[in-house]
């Protein structure tokens, strides 16, 4: 048993100090993450712009819908 206890008061010690983050810190460190995320995403859109412009993807339903809409006018059916 004396194993035991000394593993439930391992587990009961309070973990280590972590150092508080003020909300001015946390809204820059959330603004730099959006604006991050903001760019990558920018930049994946551009890349499949260039590459549907050069035809080396496929196009999905929406883009095709977005680029040649005559594709599905119904009017002749």
Not at 3 to 12: D, I, L, R, S, T
Not at 40 to 51: P, Q
């Amino acid at each position: 048993m004396g194993a035991e206890e000394a593993k439930v008061q391992e587990n009961e010690k309070p973990s280590p100090a972590q150092n508080p983050m003020s909300p001015a810190q946390f809204l820059a460190w959330k603004r730099r993450k959006d604006a991050d995320a903001s760019a990558r995403r920018d930049e994946v859109a551009r890349k499949r712009a260039e590459d549907i412009a050069t035809g080396a993807v496929q196009m999905n339903g929406r883009e095709l819908f977005l680029h040649e809409p005559w594709v599905f006018d119904n009017s002749r059916y």
